[in-house]
């Protein structure tokens, strides 16, 4: 994921690269909103909104992060060898931010 928003990044994509991480790795929001930030004249910038400086804008951006880390540690685990399709093929569809929301 993060070879992705470099890709964004180096493409001068950044406004794509915020919204990306504002999906697949929120940890990443706040940098990447600056730079698209500083890319634009200082009126436009300034409406957009960063969830560390504005959380009352985003009130499910502590469990994206939280999902984030869920991934992140389930990606951790490795690759599944072939063997094990028809145990792990129910996880590919988890809703890792309603898991959190239910604990």
């Not at 960063?50 to 502590?62: A, I, K, L, R, V």
């Not at 540690?73 to 490795?78: D, L, Q, R, Y």
């Not at 028809?86 to 890792?96: G, H």
């Amino acid at each position: 994921l993060e070879a992705c928003v470099d890709i964004l990044h180096k493409a001068g994509r950044v406004a794509e690269a915020a919204f990306f991480v504002r999906t697949y790795l929120p940890s990443k929001v706040d940098s990447c909103v600056e730079l698209w930030k500083k890319e634009l004249p200082p009126k436009v910038g300034q409406s957009i909104a960063n969830p560390q400086e504005n959380p009352d804008m985003f009130p499910s951006f502590q469990i994206a992060l939280q999902a984030e880390q869920l991934a992140a540690s389930i990606k951790a685990k490795g690759p599944l060898p072939a063997n094990k399709y028809a145990e792990a093929v129910s996880q590919l569809d988890l809703d890792l931010m309603e898991i959190i929301k239910t604990k």
